[in-house]
T-cell receptor, first 115, second 115 residues
Framework: NAGVTQTPKFQVLKTGQSMTLQCAQD?????MSWYRQDPGMGLRLIHY???????DQGEVPNGYNVSRSTTEDFPLRLLSAAPSQTSVYFC??????????????FGPGTRLTVT | QKEVEQDPGPLSVPEGAIVSLNCTYS??????FMWYRQYSRKGPELLMY????GNKEDGRFTAQVDKSSKYISLFIRDSQPSDSATYLC???????????????FGAGTRLAVHP
């Protein structure tokens, strides 16, 4: 199993540009989430999904859009990039049964810089 | 005030030392308490999780939760240079919006174990 994969690893955007961060998991997990990590702030939840076709907002959703058309994929879209969105973005997934339902598996991250 | 407070360090210890990492929190609804380890430029990986109050041991690692004091700890015995990483505490509660999908993280403590 590859686990949770994210592309790209690095990205530089100009203010106002849009882009999509890709996330895929091959563990047949029902739940997927996007977090951003900023210095001194820990990780903060942006959006999450409880299954294909179902998404909800997290703590810091403004400026981001998500959709979930398949169990495997959960892309994050930046609609109009702003310097405040410079961060490291992590995708995570977790299962729904047994003790594993509390464990979120994280991808390797995407480092985004907005100039 | 942040929901979860964690001293960012850095913490520098000699090899073989016992390390104590701590977090305090304000929301008494939290039920699940986790410790993640994050190596530089990698995604977080789950080290341990505990439910409610009590202790849990796994090899050189011990997690403690004191719900009455809203305080959690991670102890690392016989610390090794390979333990050098950032340690993040995280918490969740099924009853809160987002349920177990929403992890609230501390800012992380950077640990360096020198030979």
């Amino acid at each position: 199993n590859a686990g949770v994969t994210q592309t790209p690893k690095f990205q530089v955007l100009k203010t106002g540009q849009s882009m999509t961060l890709q996330c895929a998991q091959d563990m047949n997990h029902e739940y997927m989430s996007w977090y951003r990590q900023d210095p001194g702030m820990g990780l903060r939840l942006i959006h999450y999904s409880v299954g294909a076709g179902i998404t909800d907002q997290g703590e810091v959703p403004n400026g981001y859009n998500v959709s979930r058309s398949t169990t495997e994929d959960f892309p994050l879209r930046l609609l109009s990039a702003a310097p405040s969105q410079t961060s490291v973005y992590f995708c995570a997934s977790r299962g729904s049964g047994g003790v594993g339902r509390y464990e979120q598996y994280f991808g390797p991250g995407t480092r985004l810089t907005v100039t | 005030q942040k929901e979860v407070e964690q001293d960012p360090g850095p913490l520098s210890v000699p090899e073989g030392a016992i390390v104590s990492l701590n977090c305090t929190y304000s929301n008494s609804a939290f039920q699940y308490f986790m410790w993640y380890r994050q190596y530089s430029r990698k995604g977080p990986e789950l080290l341990m999780y505990t439910y409610s109050s009590g202790n849990k041991e796994d090899g050189r690692f011990t997690a403690q939760v004191d719900k009455s004091s809203k305080y959690i700890s991670l102890f690392i015995r016989d610390s090794q240079p390979s333990d050098s990483a950032t340690y993040l505490c995280a918490m969740s509660a099924g009853a809160l919006p987002g349920g177990y999908n929403k992890l609230i993280f501390g800012a992380g403590t950077r640990l360096a174990v020198h030979p």
